[in-house]
């Protein structure tokens, strides 16, 4: 009833999403199904109708997609303050005209050629981080000026290191959130856009301030949309685990993943980063897990470290042994550099990992990657392979 009552497509790329729940309308009490049904067409939306429980009526029904098109947009070019004060030169915006002669600008970047857009919202607002002028910097802009500047970054990488036209290969449009929840520290991928917490202040800073954050959770989408790795056990660890190291590839400056956005008592207690894929034992892991470890309650990089945990527990470990990997990648990356890392893992993860790909099969395609581009016996083969032998993931 929702989808013909909106006219929607047959074919959905996203499934129509529904809760019942109690809705007040025109004076009355209705049971009804709420029904959100987002699709792209001639005539896009982002369409939320109310179905009656009992009676499979409509109740009532609007389009939530708050359109660009109502008004006019223009490229824009402008600078922003960051979180951690870092001016954020050629700010690609959007200036808007509105009604009557007012203008402002909005952080939605249509400057890329066959890509819908970079477009950063306020989650609090739901709608584009806006401001009266060209220049983001106040402090209330910083996270949403570091999540548009991250996301053209990370953009910039796939499109042009590996000609990937953003995270599907097809130009979707790069979707971030700021400002979510309250003292929220996380940020993560839902399948359609990226989201990022502000931190507790105290343990986290703003989340979407590290750039290897943000290329980590767009990272997932590259994922969702090529080998769709299962998130648990030894295919959720590869899941994070690519989504590391092409977070360490892109933000160069080390091999630690969130060391923006650490706040001052994590630092006060040595914890400086998330993750290390240089030294993943630098950190211990949560109180939880270690007795399924080797009992040090470090992050292993060996597989005689590995944690056997259970599903019920970080998914079976998809943060905990995603650093073996990781720390094959770096041993390898000291022998051949970034740029024929990203390389090799990007085939792979393309061209040959499948949704339930384990360690062992993980190694057997990487090394055929670099196989691949480098040849049999090359420098760049033999580093992949070493890096694997290092963490104890040998050739069968």
């Known amino acids: 009833m929702a989808k013909t009552s909106v006219e929607a497509p047959d074919q959905l790329k996203y499934e129509p999403r529904s809760e019942l729940v109690i809705y007040p309308f025109e004076g009355e009490q209705y049971l009804a199904h709420k029904v959100n049904v987002t699709f792209l067409s001639d005539e896009p939306g982002n369409w939320f109708v109310y179905v009656d429980a ?12 708050h359109p660009l098109e109502e008004y006019k947009m223009e490229d824009h070019t402008g600078v922003g303050t960051g979180v951690h ?20 600008f909005m952080l939605a970047d249509h400057s890329h050629e066959g890509l819908e857009g970079i477009l950063t919202y306020d989650y609090k607002t739901g709608e584009l981080v806006t401001n009266n002028s060209a220049a983001f910097n106040s402090e209330e802009d910083a996270p949403g000026v570091d999540a548009h500047y991250n996301s053209e ?5 796939y499109k042009e290191e590996h000609d990937r036209n953003s995270l599907d290969d097809e130009g979707m449009a790069i979707v971030s959130y700021v400002n979510f929840g309250n003292n929220y520290n996380n940020a993560f991928w839902n399948g359609r856009n990226m989201t990022y ?32 790795l299962v998130y648990r056990g030894q295919s959720g660890a590869l899941n994070e685990s690519f989504a590391d190291i092409f977070g360490a590839i892109i933000d160069d400056e080390n091999w630690e993943l969130g060391e923006d956005i650490m706040g001052p008592g994590a630092v006060e207690d040595g914890r400086t980063a998330l993750r290390s894929l240089s030294d993943p034992s630098k950190f211990p892991v949560n109180e939880a897990y270690v007795p399924y470890g080797n009992g040090d309650g470090m992050y292993p990089s060996h597989m005689d470290e590995f944690y056997d945990l259970p599903w019920y527990l970080d998914n079976g470990g998809v943060h905990i042994n995603s650093s073996i990997i990781n720390h094959a990648a770096y041993l390898t990356a000291q022998e051949i550099g970034r740029e024929a890392l990203g390389n090799i893992y990007y085939r792979a993860l393309v061209h040959y990992l499948t949704p339930n790909s384990n360690f062992q099969e993980a190694r057997q395609v990487i090394v055929q990657s670099a196989i691949d581009l480098y040849g049999e016996g090359s420098e760049e083969a033999q ?10 993931i040998n050739e069968e």
Not at 54 to 63: A, K, L, S
Not at 85 to 104: F, I, P, Q, Y
Not at 153 to 157: A, G, L, P, R, T
Not at 208 to 221: K, P, Y
């Open 153 to 157: 970054q990370v953009y910039d990488y």
């Open 197 to 228: 917490g502000n931190g507790d202040g105290d343990f986290m800073v703003p989340l979407s301030a590290g750039l290897d954050v943000a290329a980590h959770e767009m990272t997932h989408g590259v994922i969702s949309n090529t080998a769709n």
């Open 85 to 104: 004060g870092e001016l954020r030169g050629d700010l690609h915006m959007s200036r808007v005209k509105a009604d009557g002669d007012s203008t402002h």
């Open 383 to 392: 580093a992949t392979a070493s890096g694997f032998d290092q963490v104890g």
């Open 54 to 65: 009992h009676t499979g009526e409509v109740i009532d029904q609007f389009n939530a997609l």
